[in-house]
C-alpha cells in the first residue's frame, strides 16, 4: 500500500486556519508572538513548526476558543511529514 505525503503543517495553517477565520499572516505573527518572517517561512513550508512555535500555536489556539491545536498535534504533524520526505530520498 503506497503512502502519501502527509501534509507540512504549514499548509494546514495555509489552506485552512488562515481562510477560516478570515486573517493574515501579520495578524497571526502579532497573535502568536513571532515574527511575519517566522510564521511566513513555516507557512510556505520552508521551516519546520519547532516545539517553541508549537507551544506559541497551542497557546494562540486556546485564545480562539479551539480545540485540536494542541503542540503535540502540530509536532505530530511535522514528524510525519519529515519522515515521509526522508523516507522518499533515502529509497
Given at each position: 500500500?503506497?503512502?502519501?505525503?502527509?501534509?507540512h503543517?504549514?499548509?494546514?495553517?495555509?489552506?485552512?486556519?488562515?481562510?477560516?477565520l478570515?486573517?493574515?499572516?501579520?495578524?497571526?505573527?502579532?497573535?502568536?508572538?513571532?515574527?511575519?518572517?517566522?510564521?511566513?517561512?513555516?507557512?510556505?513550508?520552508?521551516?519546520?513548526?519547532?516545539?517553541?512555535?508549537?507551544?506559541?500555536?497551542?497557546?494562540?489556539?486556546?485564545?480562539?476558543?479551539?480545540?485540536?491545536?494542541?503542540?503535540?498535534?502540530?509536532?505530530?504533524?511535522?514528524?510525519?511529514?519529515?519522515?515521509?520526505?526522508?523516507?522518499?530520498h533515502?529509497?
Amino acid at each position: 500500500m503506497a503512502m502519501h505525503n502527509p501534509p507540512h503543517p504549514g499548509s494546514i495553517l495555509r489552506e485552512d486556519v488562515l481562510p477560516e477565520l478570515d486573517i493574515t499572516v501579520n495578524q497571526v505573527a502579532e497573535q502568536v508572538g513571532v515574527n511575519r518572517v517566522t510564521l511566513s517561512r513555516v507557512i510556505n513550508e520552508h521551516s519546520g513548526v519547532s516545539v517553541e512555535m508549537a507551544l506559541k500555536l497551542e497557546a494562540w489556539y486556546d485564545q480562539l476558543g479551539y480545540k485540536g491545536g494542541r503542540a503535540e498535534h502540530w509536532l505530530k504533524m511535522q514528524l510525519a511529514h519529515d519522515l515521509w520526505q526522508a523516507r522518499q530520498h533515502a529509497a
